[in-house]
T-cell receptor
Framework: DTAVSQTPKYLVTQMGNDKSIKCEQN?????MYWYKQDSKKFLKIMFS???????INETVPNRFSPKSPDKAHLNLHINSLELGDSAVYFC?????????????FGPGTRLTVL | EDKVVQSPLSLVVHEGDTVTLNCSYE??????LLWYKQEKKAPTFLFML????IEKKSGRLSSILDKKELFSILNITATQTGDSAVYLC??????????FGQGTRLTINP
């Protein structure tokens, strides 16, 4: 009954590979996000989707491509992985309305690029 | 550019002490300020503050916002080892993206 779930929890891969991270929320929220947390624990927004439509696209390399098949899912595909992509990636969701600013986070995916 | 700054970056205290964590912000079209607690995994939501001077409270944790001076504080009284975590402050900006501060790493020693 996890509210926001991500798979996998850990991902270790070689430079140059392509990988995907999946996110699902069962809260009925209409907006989903991807954040990147670096080694200093600094959380930074990457993308946001509202009802399957991209609404935020920060300055992120083109190698990162989000895909939202429906409003409960937001996946992140990364091409040609680089060492600097190593980080923890968090998915989050929120619902429009009075508490729309409150975002709920998934458990994170720790990506290590060797 | 929207900015959130937290202080201190790191704090070590003994169990039973009271701590105050600070968060200052500069953001256009301010709506709210959020506090999260992050232990080993996901940031978990603590408080959302929208009005100046109104304290939000949950057990030993409380928080207040000052919209005139553009800051918020998070207080934890009678700290316990389970309070050890990184505490994150965030402010939503256009498009509802959250801009986070660097976090305060709080360590409670027994």
């Amino acid at each position: 009954d996890t509210a926001v779930s991500q798979t996998p929890k850990y991902l270790v891969t070689q430079m140059g590979n392509d990988k995907s991270i999946k996110c699902e929320q069962n809260l009925g929220h209409d907006t989903m996000y991807w954040y990147k947390q670096d080694s200093k624990k600094f959380l930074k927004i990457m993308f946001s989707y509202n009802n399957k439509e991209l609404i935020i696209n920060e300055t992120v390399p083109n190698r990162f491509s989000p895909k939202s098949p429906d409003k409960a899912h937001l996946n992140l595909h990364i091409n040609s992985l680089e060492l600097g992509d190593s980080a923890v990636y968090f998915c989050a969701s929120s619902q429009a309305g009075l508490t729309s600013d409150t975002q709920y986070f998934g458990p994170g995916t720790r990506l290590t690029v060797l | 550019e929207d900015k959130v700054v937290q202080s201190p970056l790191s704090l070590v205290v003994h169990e039973g002490d009271t701590v105050t964590l600070n968060c200052s912000y500069e953001v256009t079209n301010f709506r709210s300020l959020l506090w999260y607690k992050q232990e080993k995994k996901a940031p978990t939501f603590l408080f959302m503050l929208t009005s100046s001077g109104i304290e939000k409270k949950s057990g030993r944790l409380s928080s207040i916002l000052d919209k005139k001076e553009l800051f918020s504080i998070l207080n934890i009284t009678a700290t316990q080892t389970g309070d050890s975590a990184v505490y994150l402050c965030a402010v939503p900006t256009l498009g509802r993206k959250l801009v986070f501060g660097q976090g305060t790493r709080l360590t409670i020693n027994p």
